[in-house]
């Protein structure tokens, strides 16, 4: 079965600078990726996903890259604010049952 | 917010003890998904909806777990003789399929402390 592999564990930036988080997956047929932001407490936002068929999708300071033959795809996250401060998850599914399967979390810490 | 709700927000409950929990989804939304999280962990699936019908089942999900959507709209989770190891965090999920689209929004969770 698929499995998705996320690094680092914890990030640690200065507020203003970027962060870049990545995800590896196993399974060829993958075909959906969304990143998943969860404050402490609650259940996790969708903050950006990427199909496929495209490369790179970008909203405002967020953007996620795909390479398909590597098998892995990022977070970038530009200009860093404390309210970016918490835990990052990426996910991949497949058309086949829609099932996210989960990384294992990035805790981000902005640093003022 | 999502427009996912779930009650209760907070479950505490004494091992042995059956507890259901309420997942009320975006409207229009026909797929409704479980996932459980512990501490330091990604969402775990356990089970799913296509409108009242459920399609697939976890082997995470016991025989003590059963889950229902009878009108293909709210759902409830429902754990019975509640043990230590069930105690985490439970949320719900809803999608629209059917036009190629897939993501899924998530409620605020149900947080169960088995004690």
């Known amino acids: 079965g698929e499995n998705v592999e996320q690094h680092p564990s914890t990030l640690s930036v200065q507020e203003g600078d970027s962060a870049v988080i990545k995800c590896t997956y196993s399974?060829?047929?993958?075909?959906?990726f969304p990143w998943y932001k969860q404050e402490l407490g609650k259940g996790p936002q969708l903050i950006i996903d990427?199909?496929?068929n495209v490369g790179e999708k970008k909203d405002q300071r967020i953007a996620v890259t795909l390479n398909k033959t590597a098998k892995h795809f990022s977070l970038h996250i530009t200009e860093t604010q404390p309210e970016d401060s918490a835990v990052y998850f990426c996910?991949?599914?497949?058309?086949?049952?829609?099932?996210?399967?989960w990384g294992a979390g990035t805790k981000l810490i902005i640093k003022p | 917010d999502t427009g996912v709700s779930q009650d209760p927000r907070h479950k505490i409950t004494k091992r042995g003890q059956n507890v259901t929990f309420r997942c009320d989804p975006i409207s229009e939304h026909n797929r409704l998904y479980w996932y459980r999280q512990t501490l330091g962990q990604g969402p775990e699936f356990l089970t799913y909806f296509q409108n009242e019908a459920q399609l697939e089942k976890s082997r995470l999900l016991s025989d003590r777990f059963s889950a229902e959507r009878p009108k293909g709209s709210f759902s409830t989770l429902e754990i019975q003789r509640t043990e230590q190891g069930d105690s985490a965090m439970y949320l719900c999920a809803s999608s629209m399929i059917g036009q190629g689209l897939d993501t899924q929004y998530f409620g605020p969770g149900t947080r169960l402390t088995v004690l």
């Open positions: 399974d060829s047929a993958s075909n959906y």
């Open positions: 996910a991949a599914s497949m058309d086949s049952n829609y099932q996210l399967i």
């Open positions: 990427i199909r496929s």
